[in-house]
């Protein structure tokens, strides 16, 4: 507005100056003990406040409450928030959010000596707890809205998220921020009650005007829960809750709720009786469960008072919502968004911020852009699946292909024609006969050979002459055929004619017989009493 100073903002309705909140996108969650409900938001730089997006998640209904603080800390990292800012509103179990007048003489008293006399009005004690408290109005008014919570709850709350390795975290009361919502953004009626029913504990509030009295209920939806089981009624809990009028699930949470339904006529009944109200004063009921049609039929018909629906949020002035968000989600999930958006308000500074026990800073640094990790998943998730689908098929149609095969039968054999296992016995017996049939044929080329070229004694003339060129007459024996890699070769023994033995066997007698095998092809092995041992040399097989 105009004349206030830069970072500042005055707020409507009084004379108090705050400063602005963080202008980057910032969360607001609501810690229940039911569920947990976040807003994501922003400040625009026209001063309004921009939801970007929203979810409610469940919390265990068994969750004891010491490990409330870390469940959600951990529900939180699981989101991925680690790195932005965190305005967190505590449920306030035991928190005292009232208000109260105090005397025309105390109106001036300093801070302290104001703390101790607020303090009072509280059921807490100054060394245990944390107080704030705001006017509600100018400085003639004598009205103050009172807000404590015990330090040791603060500081658990605290600890658990710096333990989750959560850096910036503000920290404020859910109750106050319901009221916020309601009075920044006019939704409050001048008269009338606001009910929560949380996982273990319930909450009326009275409104008159300004001033607010909360009366809480120690009943809850777990007790709720616990009732129908042990009823034996064979309803649950969800079903309850979402059960039409005049069902027998809706008669079975009916009397399941009934020391809630008990505590909450008591307490409209005093507070009417305070105010002298006519009875006619709306209900309006908040918190996650109030979003369940079987939970509002019966709190209307408990305190027998109408429930007033809240506006539409695409209407509430000073909101926008984002370009990605889903106005149907988000009307279905308004009450129980309701605290997360007051205490978005008051940390972006278009609210009062005055009731909060911890402040996000305004210069928040912004998160670190992670929208290209989920595009980046996302492709790799479907090449992952392409390469399965093709795997898949391929190996489908290799099976295909195998059992077509198997499938065509063998082709019958020509007729005459032998069968595989027959033709390969006849072939290794025709192997063997053939090696026999080169072995005689080898056998029968050496014998030709030396024939030709020496006749045997007694052919080549008269007994006892020697034959042409001068070589002996001889006799043949003891033929032998050698394998030597894949070759034949012939060894024989050469004996001299008996007109020569004795008398002409002598080496010069049998040079011209060895030259002559020399040329021919044979090499000499052996000499022995005019024996000679001889054999063939490059006698391929089948012969030469």
Request: charged share 20%.
């Amino acid at each position: 507005m105009a004349g206030d100073a830069p970072g500042q903002r005055r707020i409507a309705g009084t004379a108090e100056i705050h400063p602005l909140g963080p202008t980057v996108p910032f969360w607001c969650v609501d810690a229940g003990d039911d569920a947990v409900s976040a807003l994501r938001v922003r400040r625009t730089e026209d001063g309004a406040l921009e939801i970007l997006s929203h979810w409610v998640s469940p919390l265990p209904p068994s969750l004891p409450w010491t490990d409330l603080p870390r469940a959600v800390a951990s529900l939180l990292r699981s989101k991925g928030l680690r790195e932005h800012g965190i305005h967190l509103l505590l449920p306030g179990r035991g928190a005292s959010c009232r208000s109260c007048r105090i005397a025309a003489e105390d109106a001036d008293l300093p801070a302290r000596e104001m703390e101790r006399e607020l303090f009072d009005l509280t059921p807490l004690e100054p060394d245990e707890a944390v107080l704030r408290w705001r006017r509600l109005g100018g400085p003639e008014v004598l009205d103050y809205r009172v807000v404590a919570e015990r330090t040791a709850e603060v500081e658990r709350w605290r600890t658990a998220l710096a333990e989750a390795g959560f850096p910036h975290v503000g920290i404020g009361l859910s109750p106050v921020a319901s009221l916020t919502a309601l009075e920044s953004l006019r939704l409050v009626p001048e008269r009338g009650f606001l009910i929560e029913v949380r996982g273990t504990f319930s909450c009326l509030t009275s409104l008159e005007g300004a001033l607010t009295v909360r009366h809480p209920i120690p009943f809850g939806l777990g007790d709720i829960g616990r009732a129908l089981h042990a009823s034996g009624s064979g309803v649950s809990l969800g079903e309850a809750l979402d059960a039409p009028p005049g069902s027998p699930a809706a008669a079975a949470l009916a009397a399941a709720a009934a020391p809630l339904g008990e505590d909450l006529r008591r307490a409209l009944e005093y507070h009417r009786a305070a105010a002298a109200g006519k009875g006619d004063e709306p209900l309006l009921p908040l918190g996650p469960a109030a979003c369940r049609p079987g939970l509002r039929a019966l709190l209307a018909s408990l305190s027998r008072a109408p429930t007033t629906p809240l506006p539409d949020p695409a209407g509430l002035p000073g909101v926008r919502l984002g370009p990605a968000l889903r106005v149907e989600a988000l009307r279905g999930e308004l009450p129980a968004l309701l605290a997360p958006l007051g205490g978005a308000l008051s940390t972006a500074g278009l609210a009062p911020r005055d009731l909060e026990f911890h402040l996000l800073p305004e210069d928040l640094p912004a998160p670190r852009d992670r929208t290209l990790y989920p595009l980046a998943a996302a492709l790799l998730l479907a090449a992952l699946g392409v390469s399965r689908v093709l795997a898949v098929e391929a190996r489908d149609r290799l099976r295909a292909g195998r059992e077509a095969l198997a499938a065509i039968p063998a082709p019958s054999p020509p007729p005459g024609s032998l069968l595989p296992a027959e033709a390969a016995a006849k072939a290794a017996l025709l192997s063997s006969l053939t090696e026999e049939a080169r072995e005689r044929a080898a056998l029968r080329r050496a014998l030709a050979d030396l024939q030709s070229a020496f006749p045997p004694a007694g052919t080549q003339g008269g007994p006892g002459q020697a034959p042409a060129g001068g070589v002996p007459p001889y006799g043949t024996e003891a033929f032998q055929v050698l394998h030597e890699g894949g070759n034949y070769r012939v060894r024989v023994r050469l004996r001299p004619a008996p007109a020569v033995q004795g008398t002409g066997a002598s080496p010069a007698r049998m040079e011209p017989l060895v030259r002559t095998l020399e040329e021919r092809g044979w090499r000499i092995t052996g000499s022995s009493g005019g024996v000679l041992t001889a054999e063939s040399l490059h006698m391929k097989k089948g012969g030469r």
